[in-house]
């Protein structure tokens, strides 16, 4: 947030995220922002997003799908914020967004 306003205080309403700003962004600031670096997550979806980043927060529990779609969304971050030209060869970032991670039975 860059101006300290709400976000998620609608119960049904999806918050927006933006890999430009580096998170997530109120309807404000939604102003002049490039619509390709935008995502619109559902308020469940921000919340899982919001545990997977707090070190203190039990981790969600993320059907395969979902999984899926918070790689893909930390995946355009990481380009957005690495790989400016777009030419950047990320084989370990396209290796883990395009499989489940699963835990060994030793974790």
Known sequence: MR????????AVAPVAFSTAEGGVICESCL????PASLT????????DLCALLDIGAPLPQLDPPHAAAHR????RFIRHHTDHSGSA????LEFWERRTWV????S
Do not use: E, H, I, M
Request: net charge positive; glycine share 12%.
């Open 31 to 34: 102003a002049g922002q490039p």
């Open 40 to 47: 619109r997550l559902p308020l469940q979806s921000w919340r």
């Open 89 to 92: 060869n990320l084989p370990a």
């Open 103 to 106: 835990p060994s039975a030793a």
């Open 72 to 75: 893909r969304l930390a995946a």
């Open 3 to 10: 101006d300290g306003g709400a976000v998620g205080t609608d």
